[in-house]
């Protein structure tokens, strides 16, 4: 009896077991722990400041980054996808705190959790392939801007009076306001780190320049004491451990509250996720799952929500600065959330000396490299509709909000799609090829049309007042469907009305080279015998309408 085994499709597979299927050897772990390590140490203070200013306690967002990045990259469909929370979901989650309470945030990202993992088993994520180029283009460029300006405060060391905003024409105005506390100290660490990145890149190109930057710069300022901001000034003393795990509160009326907050984070978390790990394949040239991707971003969520974190999402910044890193993998992924959690336990007091100066530069090289510069451009140069959907895009994610830029830039590229789908397709007037006998017929008797492209609703509106010119004739329309590769419901209802008007003339419609979908569709819009007939080619129809004299070309 043949033995059988059970295994997940390939596209719920994780990428870790592809990558272990491939051969890991110690060199792939090492640059692996090394991108890890790098990742930890801007996870560590990010996902702690995005937790306060999302209205939650900093140890929130160590959890988020500790459970929910491991598994995004234990479970996940992407090689370097690096999970955690993000500063995309600010908003979102500080108005879910704010009109549910934390109970109320811990429950919305469990059922974000389940609604994740829905979408992808329903194979969901196999749509962001139809996401337009531009968008995708437009969409990375303006999440750099947001995270170049989100590092301003501390890249120039100012002094706020007050919370730092979100919004970036609210936060440029609170910036210059605080202009005169700019920090010399704070700049020139910013300005060593980035140098120190660039040098390293350009003359070392394997080492990692942005651990080193960090470790030079950290202990730099520790051994000449400067007046600089840090981890432990900011922030305090970490958390020591992990929660017990738990549920979160369950009841009818928590689910009523908490169930819209869980789809707009489903929204937003599979959308970033998706882009996220787009990003990672064109810095890589590799291809992620996103099915698997999905599923993986859910049971994130889940794993959050049980040990008190937040929403999980793939992180674009945080995921370009793995792959910059020199990742392998999905271990750097998994090794990050453990160098995470290593900090809180055991290096707490190390990591409180790293400048927040070091950290603002090490993002600014992140977002200059994600920011897709050449390719921005050159869509802007292509042509008229490529540039107005990515400009589009680009000046609503920083301006308004990601969901916003997605949703506009996705219908945008949409209309151009129609249009530019409508204008290839055309209509030509053909003359009969059959030699016919003048006192038996005419040419007039018969019309003859060639249809090319896809005719649906963009192109049915422009050639269908073609059509109704071509068809007064008093025998025969013939309409050959030879280039014609779909058909949809609006180019059948047009084709429906022509065959009225034909039969109102006396006349008769046919159809020639119609392949089967197109024959399918047309004829479950009444287009069937005695309206309309189907013949294999124009020749045929010639025969019919004008006589069977021998074939003649007119040209």
């Known amino acids: 009896m043949p033995k059988t085994t059970l295994s997940a499709p390939p596209e719920f597979l994780p990428k870790l077991i592809s990558v272990l299927r491939e051969g890991y050897g110690l060199r792939d772990l090492r640059a692996d722990a090394l991108a890890g390590l790098t990742v930890a140490i801007v996870a560590l203070p990010l996902s702690m400041a995005i937790a306060i200013a999302s ?30 929370p993000a500063g995309a979901f600010i908003v979102l989650v500080s108005a879910c705190v704010a009109a549910t309470g934390l109970e109320g945030l811990l429950l919305a990202t469990f059922l974000s959790g389940f609604l994740l993992m829905g979408a992808g088993a329903l194979r969901l ?13 437009g969409f990375t460029a303006g999440i750099a801007v947001i995270i170049f300006a989100s590092q301003l405060r501390d890249l120039w060391g100012l002094q706020l009076s007050g919370p730092e905003p979100g919004e970036l024409l609210e936060k440029l105005p609170v910036l210059w306001a605080a202009r005169d506390s700019v920090s010399l100290a704070a700049c020139a660490v910013s300005a060593a780190t980035i140098a120190i990145i660039l040098a390293v ?61 869980a789809a707009s984070f489903t929204l ?29 971003q859910g049971v994130a969520n889940i794993g959050s929500a049980l040990f008190g974190g937040f929403c999980v999402t793939g992180t674009i910044a945080r ?53 897709e510069k050449e390719e921005l451009w050159a869509l802007i140069r292509a042509n008229r509709s490529d540039a107005m959907v990515v400009i589009v895009t680009f000046l609503l994610v920083i301006f308004r909000d990601l969901t916003t830029g997605i949703v506009v830039g996705v219908a945008l590229g949409g209309a151009v799609f129609i249009r530019r789908m409508a204008e290839a397709a055309g209509i030509e007037r053909h003359e ?23 005719y649906f609703f963009g192109a049915a509106a422009r050639l269908g007042s073609v059509l109704d010119r071509i068809a007064d004739t008093p025998k025969g329309f013939a309409v050959d469907f030879t280039d014609v590769p779909f058909i949809d419901s609006s180019g059948a209802r047009a084709f429906e009305l022509l065959a009225r008007k034909t039969a109102r003339k006396g006349g008769r419609l046919f159809f020639t080279a119609v392949n089967p979908e197109v024959r399918k569709l047309l004829e479950s819009h ?6 309309v007939s ?14 069977s004299a021998p074939a003649e070309s007119h040209g």
Request: glycine fraction near 12%; charge should be neutral; aromatic fraction near 8%.
């Open 432 to 454: 009969p090829t059959l030699r016919y006998d003048p006192a038996e017929a005419s040419a007039t008797d018969l019309a003859i049309c060639h249809l090319r492209g896809p």
């Open 319 to 371: 995921t370009a600065t793995n792959v910059r890193a020199g990742s392998h993998g999905p271990v750097s992924g998994m090794l990050h959330a453990l160098f995470v959690l290593g900090f809180m336990l055991l290096a707490a007091p190390l990591a409180a000396f790293i400048p927040l100066a070091t950290l603002a530069g090490v993002l600014v090289v992140v977002a200059w490299n994600m920011a």
């Open 55 to 84: 209205g939650v306690g900093p140890e929130r967002g160590l959890y988020t980054a500790i459970v929910g990045g491991f598994l995004v990259s234990a479970l996940g469909g992407s090689r370097f996808q690096i999970g955690g």
């Open 125 to 137: 994520g196999s749509y962001i392939r139809f996401i337009p180029y531009p968008v995708t283009v």
């Open 268 to 296: 937003l978390g599979a959308i970033e996720s998706l882009l996220s790990a787009v990003v990672a394949d064109g810095m890589t040239g590799r291809h992620h799952r996103s099915n698997a991707e999905l599923v993986a």
């Open 526 to 531: 009444g287009l069937r015998a005695p309206h």
């Open 534 to 547: 189907y013949r294999p080619d124009i020749a045929a129809v010639e025969a019919e309408i004008l006589g």
């Open 201 to 261: 890149k350009r003359w070392l190109p394997n080492w990692p320049g942005m651990l080193l930057a960090v470790v030079a710069t950290s202990a730099l300022v520790a051994a000449l004491g400067a007046g600089v901001e840090t981890i432990g000034t900011r922030f305090g003393a970490l958390p020591s451990t992990l929660p017990a795990p738990a549920l979160p509160v369950i009841s009818a009326d928590a689910l009523w509250q908490a169930l819209p907050w």
